[in-house]
């Protein structure tokens, strides 16, 4: 579906400095609108400017307040469908409730359908989000979905700034896939943790696969947010006689005690995007350094508003 209408970007309150950098490198201006809360807290949304025709991009991750940030986003959705916009898309770089993808125990949701119904019936016409949590989650819409990576960012800033002995490290079996091709990309070596999860946002490290000792050993994850994995995995990376630690991760959640227990862990460093806004307190961790993926949307957001491929940012 090609579009007469130029590149209008738009944001919520999730974070406006993100789509505020991506407009700069887009060489646009940010979309006018008025985007604050009633007194009751509902939130109070109107656009500011001519939309009709106009190719739409809402940059809107659902962070936390996961549900606040939601709701504004259908809104938000619903209020350029009926104002005409001849395209629009759903910008999201942290797609909330991902985790909930499947049903693998009884009586649960699958949360991550959920939301995608509701993005599309609420009017997106397609889908730009980052590093979701279970690549599954594209099936789940009936719209076209172009899920990027933020490995090129990540693995540029390791090739610039190498680590000696490198071992790339995966957190669970499920992540194994991730740091191959971070391994791969680096010429380092590969190990990984096998790890139980006996409940919710809690995990126990079993056993560390893969010969760290006297090494330089990088985890690399999708997100952090307790901190409870990411931390167990260090120690036990350390008890196998890792001699440094870096982690790196797309979306830093950082909720509940993540920031005091990532302080007092074995980490020497941590990398991470700014798909999600850094809360105040993450701001004052030392050992965070953080990568901006406004460029890489940006080029994603172009090729799609010109119709060209993609797919070389999908690496």
């Given at each position: 579906?090609?579009?007469?209408?130029g590149i209008?970007?738009?944001?919520?309150?999730?974070?406006?400095?993100?789509?505020?950098?991506?407009?700069?490198?887009?060489?646009?201006?940010?979309?006018?609108?008025?985007?604050?809360?009633?007194?009751?807290?509902?939130?109070?949304?109107?656009?500011?400017?001519?939309?009709?025709?106009?190719?739409?991009?809402?940059?809107?991750?659902?962070?936390?307040?996961?549900?606040?940030?939601?709701?504004?986003?259908?809104?938000?959705?619903?209020?350029?469908?009926?104002?005409?916009?001849?395209?629009i898309t759903?910008?999201?770089?942290?797609?909330?409730?991902?985790?909930?993808?499947?049903?693998?125990?009884?009586?649960?949701?699958?949360?991550?359908?959920?939301?995608?119904?509701?993005?599309?019936?609420?009017?997106?016409?397609?889908?730009?989000?980052?590093?979701?949590?279970?690549?599954?989650?594209?099936?789940?819409?009936?719209?076209?979905?172009?899920?990027?990576?933020?490995?090129?960012?990540?693995?540029?800033?390791?090739?610039?700034?190498?680590?000696?002995?490198?071992?790339?490290?995966?957190?669970?079996?499920?992540?194994?896939?991730?740091?191959?091709?971070?391994?791969?990309?680096?010429?380092?070596?590969?190990?990984?943790?096998?790890?139980?999860?006996?409940?919710?946002?809690?995990?126990?490290?079993?056993?560390?696969?893969?010969?760290?000792?006297?090494?330089?050993?990088l985890i690399?994850?999708?997100?952090?947010?307790?901190?409870?994995?990411?931390?167990?995995?260090?120690?036990?990376?350390?008890?196998?006689?890792?001699?440094?630690?870096?982690?790196?991760?797309?979306?830093?959640?950082?909720?509940?005690?993540?920031?005091?227990?990532?302080?007092?862990?074995?980490?020497?460093?941590?990398?991470?995007?700014?798909?999600?806004?850094?809360?105040?307190?993450?701001?004052?961790?030392?050992?965070?350094?953080?990568?901006?993926?406004?460029?890489?949307?940006?080029?994603?957001?172009?090729?799609?508003?010109?119709?060209?491929?993609?797919?070389?940012?999908?690496?």
């Amino acid at each position: 579906m090609s579009t007469t209408g130029g590149i209008k970007v738009f944001s919520g309150n999730a974070n406006p400095k993100l789509a505020e950098e991506i407009a700069r490198h887009l060489g646009c201006d940010m979309g006018h609108a008025f985007t604050e809360r009633f007194s009751d807290g509902e939130f109070n949304f109107q656009i500011d400017e001519n939309v009709r025709g106009g190719d739409v991009f809402i940059v809107q991750p659902t962070c936390p307040p996961t549900d606040e940030h939601l709701m504004e986003l259908l809104i938000m959705l619903d209020a350029f469908r009926r104002s005409s916009a001849e395209r629009i898309t759903a910008v999201i770089p942290y797609y909330g409730y991902g985790r909930s993808d499947k049903k693998d125990r009884p009586r649960v949701p699958i949360s991550a359908r959920l939301v995608a119904n509701l993005i599309t019936v609420a009017g997106a016409d397609r889908l730009l989000t980052i590093d979701l949590h279970a690549a599954q989650i594209q099936g789940f819409f009936d719209i076209p979905v172009d899920h990027l990576y933020s490995a090129p960012v990540m693995i540029g800033y390791y090739q610039d700034n190498p680590l000696p002995n490198l071992t790339v490290v995966a957190p669970d079996t499920g992540g194994a896939e991730r740091a191959r091709a971070y391994a791969k990309r680096l010429d380092a070596e590969l190990a990984l943790c096998d790890k139980r999860r006996e409940k919710a946002n809690v995990a126990e490290v079993m056993n560390v696969v893969g010969d760290v000792r006297g090494r330089s050993c990088l985890i690399v994850d999708d997100m952090c947010d307790t901190g409870g994995s990411l931390t167990k995995v260090a120690a036990a990376l350390k008890n196998a006689g890792a001699e440094r630690i870096h982690a790196c991760f797309t979306h830093a959640v950082l909720s509940g005690q993540a920031v005091k227990q990532l302080d007092e862990s074995e980490i020497e460093q941590i990398i991470i995007t700014n798909t999600i806004p850094l809360r105040d307190h993450a701001c004052e961790l030392k050992k965070i350094k953080v990568l901006s993926i406004a460029p890489l949307l940006a080029k994603a957001i172009k090729s799609i508003h010109e119709e060209t491929s993609v797919s070389s940012l999908f690496v």
